[in-house]
């Protein structure tokens, strides 16, 4: 079964979506290139002995949620993703804000189980309302220190990923505390992500909007905060970032300050931490569950046994 599709054809056949011919369109456009965040309530909807078809009411809802999440996003980065399909700025607001309903709307439209569901609705839309809440504070606040930057990171991203692990064991049949540990696991996962996204972006050319003033990542923060030797050349290159040369010498200092390392370190450290939580739950099917988590540590593996080094802790 082709779950994206599945869920997407569920979504946009509901009431009133299935009358909306713009917000069909854009889900069928995103449909065509999903993240794989949208599959995540899957992975603990079998955990918990469910099914892919149990599964499919949440993955359509968060697929409409993180879509519109992502074109708030775009909103306040000025990215013109969407604007580049032909839409006017007033439009991906419309239907940021008709998506976020939409997905509340997938939940209630389907056949889950009355209070299962009113748990479900309940739960994303407190994480939506933490969302916005986040989103505001990180396009009015300039972050100068790691405490703010993890504060930051458990409003804007961990929401998303806890509700994502919530409602899909919740759809697998688990009682209200297995799901909330779930709930727990996905926080840390959102914590994982945003680690793994900022280590990406920071190494990439040209260079990321993470290295704009106001942006800030976990890795030049580091770099740009932590003693060490190069700590001064670091925050002159930042300022002309543009420049080709600039950008190689400040990602070379990203890996010869530490900065990268201390990443990792973090990632692993936080991948201990849901494994262990994972480790005290009984569920029914825990590969689907490990996979998730395999797949964003498995490059740091790798890379750590490559150079015959031992694990961070």
């Avoid at 290159?237 to 990203?254: H, S, V």
Wanted: net charge negative; glycine share 6%.
């Amino acid at each position: 079964m082709n779950l994206i599709a599945e869920a997407t054809n569920y979504l946009i056949n509901t009431v009133p979506l299935c009358d909306w011919v713009e917000g069909r369109q854009v889900i069928n456009e995103i449909s065509g290139h999903p993240s794989s965040h949208w599959l995540l309530p899957e992975r603990a909807c079998l955990a918990e002995g469910g099914t892919s078809e149990l599964a499919i009411p949440v993955v359509a809802a968060i697929a409409a949620l993180h879509t519109s999440i992502i074109m708030v996003d775009d909103l306040l980065d000025q990215d013109g993703h969407f604007e580049s399909l032909g839409l006017s700025t007033g439009d991906v607001a419309d239907l940021a804000q008709g998506l976020a309903f939409a997905g509340l709307n997938a939940i209630f439209c389907s056949s889950i189980k009355p209070d299962i569901k009113d748990l479900i609705m309940h739960n994303l839309t407190q994480m939506m309302v933490h969302t916005a809440i986040g989103q505001y504070g990180d396009a009015h606040r300039k972050i100068e220190d790691e405490n703010e930057y993890w504060q930051n990171v458990r409003a804007k991203s961990s929401p998303f990923f806890a509700s994502v692990f919530y409602i899909g064991a919740l759809a697998g049949g688990a009682a209200v505390d297995t799901a909330d540990k779930y709930s727990q696991i996905g926080g840390l996962y959102g914590e994982m992500i945003q680690i793994h996204d900022d280590l990406k972006d920071a190494l990439q050319t040209p260079a990321a909007q993470d290295w704009a003033d106001g942006h800030t990542s976990l890795p030049i923060l580091y770099a740009s905060n932590v003693d060490h030797f190069k700590k001064g050349r670091f925050l002159n290159l930042r300022t002309f970032i543009n420049q080709p040369d600039n950008l190689l010498e400040a990602q070379n200092i990203l890996l010869r300050c530490g900065a990268v390392s201390y990443c990792n370190q973090q990632l692993i450290k936080r991948y201990h931490q849901a494994k262990q939580i994972l480790d005290s739950m009984e569920i029914s099917n825990r590969g689907p569950m490990e996979a998730v988590f395999k797949k964003i540590v498995e490059p740091v593996f790798q890379l750590f046994n490559k150079i015959n080094a031992p694990l961070p802790v």
